[in-house]
């Protein structure tokens, strides 16, 4: 079935799409007692297929945390989590490339690392390394088109982490970008 996907006819698609997304959020109690968080995902599919495509992503995120007691910065503590994910995906779509809707579901896997980095006061900062690995992936999204070669387009995302212990929990993500055919 794998040779199916890679013999396809030139004359059934080949055309790209190129994806961005990002978001950025701040909660702020006082100037010591704050979560930041960003991250931002870029993506490229090749369509061999015209509702089949291999899609190759990339995502860069930061959250940062500071806890502490006002007027006192000898007893804080931030922490930093830093992630990047890789990911690889059979994308299958409902609908081809000038349907106003396009709902899709995405299947394979992710190479993730995580650190986090802690600091305690003035002490130096010290890094944990937390994950570092594949692990599955799957999603589900929509495609709105704007225009015959832009959309936006938003998608949930899963993937399994911590990946070198017993029990294995979830990660996901919901992303809202636009997206460019060509």
Not at 22 to 45: F, L, M, P, Q, R
Not at 125 to 133: L, R, S, V
Request: net charge negative.
């Amino acid at each position: 079935m794998f040779s199916i996907f890679l013999i396809s006819s030139p004359g059934f698609a080949g055309f790209f799409e190129v994806s961005a997304s990002g978001s950025y959020v701040k909660h702020t109690v006082d100037e010591i007692n704050y979560e930041e968080a960003k991250d931002a995902t870029a993506s490229i599919s090749y369509y061999f297929w015209q509702q089949s495509a291999f899609e190759v992503s990339y995502t860069s995120g930061l959250k940062t945390t500071n806890v502490g007691i006002l007027g006192n910065t000898a007893t804080y503590t931030n922490i930093q989590s830093e992630s990047r994910l890789i990911g690889a995906d059979f994308v299958l779509s409902f609908a081809d490339k000038t349907a106003p809707f396009r709902p899709y579901i995405k299947v394979g896997v992710v190479h993730i690392h995580k650190k986090i980095i802690e600091q305690n006061g003035g002490f130096e900062a010290f890094e944990h390394p937390y994950a570092d690995g594949m692990a599955p992936s799957a999603g589900i999204g929509l495609k709105i088109a704007l225009t015959d070669t832009l959309s936006i387009k938003l998608g949930a995302e899963s993937w399994t982490t911590p990946l070198a212990q017993d029990k294995v929990t979830y990660d996901y993500a919901g992303r809202a970008g636009l997206s460019w055919l060509f």
